[in-house]
């Protein structure tokens, strides 16, 4: 089972890029990557997924080795807005061995 | 369009009690899972369910049981409530295209303290 261990907390600055790594050592070949951000009472929101090398939308980019043992969220020029908790999921929504990291906190200060 | 919706919101239960949350997804999702979150310890699956009237186990299924009578709404049931239950529970939907997953959708949790 792929167990995801992310830092627990982060600090940056408006206008600067964060990039969270998240480690998942088991990952099986049907599993996906996938982040999500959360706020205080509120559930976790989608921000990007990916399987393999590089995905980009809007709003973030997702790194990812080609051993899929690790994998980076890259999040450019935060704001104060992007203070949230940042999770890791790893799995394949077909099973149960879907696993959560323990979250990111990142706080961006002014 | 609501997407995943959670009721109750919160929820008071004594030792003993039994309770059942209700999750309904508006999408036409045919996954549905239910997960607890627990404060340093993120989202742990408790059951999921990958089509009407089929349901599993996920990491933490004790304590627990679920339904999925119909394909819009699952069920969780705490038949006698523990206070190692106090959680906020999450329930989340998905589905699949062309054989690639994607991505869960959050309802935005029930709060539930068991005294």
């Known amino acids: 089972l792929a167990k995801t261990t992310q830092p627990i907390s982060m600090d940056s600055y408006e206008g600067q890029e964060v990039n969270i790594t998240c480690s998942h050592n088991n990952i099986a070949t049907n599993d996906y990557i996938t982040w999500y951000q959360q706020f205080p009472s509120q559930g976790p929101r989608f921000i990007i997924q990916?399987?393999?090398t590089k995905v980009t939308n809007e709003v973030a980019s997702l790194f990812i080795p080609a051993d899929r043992k690790s994998s980076t969220l890259s999040l450019p020029r935060v704001s104060l807005s992007d203070t949230a908790v940042y999770y890791c999921?790893?799995?394949?929504?077909?099973?149960?061995?879907?696993?959560f990291g323990a979250g990111t906190r990142l706080t961006v200060k002014p | 369009n609501a997407g995943v919706t959670q009721t109750p919101k919160f929820r008071v239960l004594k030792t003993g009690q039994s309770m059942t949350l209700l999750c309904a997804q508006d999408m036409n999702h045919e996954y549905m899972y239910w997960y607890r979150q627990d404060p340093g310890m993120g989202l742990r699956l408790i059951h999921y369910s990958v089509g009407e009237g089929t349901t599993a186990k996920g990491e933490v299924p004790d304590g627990y049981n679920v339904s999925r009578l119909k394909k819009q709404n699952f069920l969780l049931g705490l038949e006698s409530a523990a206070p190692s239950q106090t959680s906020v529970y999450f329930c989340?939907?998905?589905?699949?295209?062309?054989?690639?997953?994607?991505?869960?959708?959050f309802g935005d949790g029930t709060r539930l303290s068991i005294l």
């Open positions: 990916g399987y393999k």
């Open positions: 989340a939907s998905s589905y699949m295209t062309g054989g690639s997953n994607q991505p869960q959708h």
């Open positions: 999921l790893v799995g394949d929504i077909r099973g149960n061995d879907m696993r």
